[in-house]
């Protein structure tokens, strides 16, 4: 099945998107901040630039997120 129809399996996408730009930018800045406009507009990249900076200001959700969907997997 796609990740796209099992719900734990998007949710999953999306946290490893959010964690893996975070750390991206943490680790080479300038391949993220060069992309900073949105998603509709001509440069795409900027969902990356976004989900880093969803990382950086809710760190503590997001990790608490990710702590909830591996026991969730661990555990089912």
């Known amino acids: 099945m796609s990740a796209i129809f099992n719900f ?3 949710i999953l ?3 490893l998107l959010i964690c893996t730009c975070t750390y991206v930018r943490a680790q080479a800045p300038s391949l ?3 992309n900073k ?4 507009s001509n ?6 630039w976004k989900a880093a900076r969803i990382g950086e200001r809710l760190s503590p ?3 608490l997120a990710c702590f909830l969907m591996a026991a969730s997997i661990l555990f089912s």
Not at 37 to 40: E, N, Y
Not at 43 to 48: I, K, N, S, V, Y
């Open 37 to 40: 406009t949105g998603v509709m």
């Open 61 to 63: 959700y997001v990790s």
């Open 43 to 48: 440069r795409p990249l900027g969902l990356f």
């Open 13 to 15: 996408v999306i946290l």
């Open 8 to 10: 734990q399996s998007l």
């Open 32 to 34: 993220v901040d060069r």
